[in-house]
């Protein structure tokens, strides 16, 4: 596995599947599956994206936030299909949440939050790679709701692997994945790992 690639502690001990967390010590486990692969990824975000025009009845109004790391890649090429299939850009803001989480210390951080336009009024598309606990989320309206107040927000994951400790529920989901949480889902993108592909694996036991 590449060093500079990353992902979310979707597991014990960690339990928030949010901000991206550096794996360049943990290689890829044995067994690990691979359950999406490019062509998989491409078709739940062009499905993903005429939900999103459909429900919201075209692109007026609209604007796409991604949660750093990967959520912000899938949020631009949400963007590019929606644009493609309804001929109107819609703008693409990055957030970082960072700072809003609960389980990680802030000290020495530094936001790299990108959303140059105004949220207010706005029918806000939130977009993250995997809704797992809720967490994440909730640390992203937090985020959110600090630069505006928006008409609506909506929530697009790639992946659900389900136990939810907050009352968190995807308007739009590429794929459900039933999971325990002795097991890891991993996301990598092109844009960001040089490989397109969803992967599960078990965790080793505890000693």
Sequence with gaps: MNPA?????????TKSEGGAVSVARRQPLNGARRILDQSDIRRALTRIAHEILERNKGAKGLCLIGVRTRGAP???????LIERFEGETVQVGELDIALHR????????????SVDFELTGKQVILVDDVLYTGRSVRAALDALIERGRPASVQL?????????????????????????????????LSDTDGEEAVYIERLPEEA
């Design 102 to 113: 609960d389980d990680r210390p802030h000290d020495g951080i530094r936001p790299r939050t």
């Design 5 to 13: 690639k990353s992902s979310k502690p979707q597991a014990p001990p």
């Design 74 to 80: 899938l949020a631009h090429r949400l963007s590019e």
């Design 156 to 188: 697009a994951v790639l992946v659900d692997r389900g136990h939810r400790e907050l009352p968190v529920r995807a308007d739009y989901v590429g794929k459900n994945i039933p999971t325990s949480r002795q097991e890891r889902v991993t996301v990598y």
